[in-house]
């Protein structure tokens, strides 16, 4: 089946650094990703959707300027966590939907990034 | 304001029981309801799909169902494994956009 993987799947970085979060389609075309953010025991809150080649489109209350999300490709999606402080530690997942695919599943998320800030 | 609602918010059942998990929405009109099963730390799978027009969908031990008249959907889990310990979460798309409202959740524990 398709896979969407997230890369690094656990990072630890000091506050006020920034820190990349990539997520790629292997084995299908994804025009539009999202990205998630889900706090323990919460279910995922969507933060944006990224549209390659465009500007993301960001939630209500999401600071685009904090999560900078690039879509260049049709298999790539980055989401840099800018000048990170200890509230922004979460566990972020990506998802990417498959436009080869019209029926059945067509979305496909990845396995989640660990982000933890020092 | 479109909402999806699990329940019951977690669950405990023993190693071979059957249990059913509730999920009522409010998103209308609607192109799918998904259910997926996530693992601690882990992204979410997708169990079953069903659109708008569907009633039922089984994968497996698992089996969905769709009221789109009462406006709700369950899952219903055979047999149940201790591998099946885990979030399980309804998702309704709502028609003409490929958002995905996000259900609270159903923490499932299966003990041995």
């Known amino acids: 089946g398709a896979v969407v993987s997230q890369h690094p799947s656990r990072v630890i970085c000091k506050s006020g650094t920034s820190v990349k979060i990539e997520c790629r389609s292997l084995?299908?075309?994804?025009?539009?990703m999202f990205w998630y953010r889900q706090f323990p025991k919460k279910s995922l809150m969507l933060m944006a959707t990224s549209n390659e080649g465009s500007k993301a489109t960001y939630e209500q209350g999401v600071e685009k300027d904090k999560f900078l999300i690039n879509h260049a490709s049709l298999t790539l999606s980055t989401l840099t966590v800018t000048s990170a402080h200890p509230e922004d530690s979460s566990f972020y997942i990506c998802?990417?939907?498959?436009?080869?695919?019209?029926?059945?599943?067509?979305?496909?998320f990845g396995e989640g990034s660990w982000l933890t800030v020092v | 304001k479109n909402q999806v609602e699990q329940s019951p918010q977690s669950l405990i059942i023993l190693e071979g029981k059957n249990c059913t998990l509730q999920?009522?929405?409010?998103?209308?009109?609607?192109?799918?309801l998904r259910w997926y099963k996530q693992d601690t730390g882990r992204g979410p799978v997708s169990l079953t799909i069903?659109?708008?027009?569907?009633n039922t969908k089984s994968n497996g031990r698992y089996t969905a169902t769709l009221d789109a008249d009462t406006k709700q959907s369950s899952l219903h889990i055979t047999a149940s494994q201790l591998s099946d310990s885990a979030s399980y979460i309804c998702v309704v798309s709502p028609s003409g956009t490929y958002k995905y409202i996000f259900g609270t959740g159903t923490r499932l524990k299966v003990l041995a």
């Open positions: 084995d299908f075309q994804a025009t539009t």
């Open positions: 998802s990417a939907r498959d436009v080869g695919r019209v029926t059945g599943n067509t979305i496909y």
């Open positions: 069903m659109t708008f027009s569907e």
């Open positions: 999920c009522n929405y409010t998103v209308s009109p609607f192109s799918n």
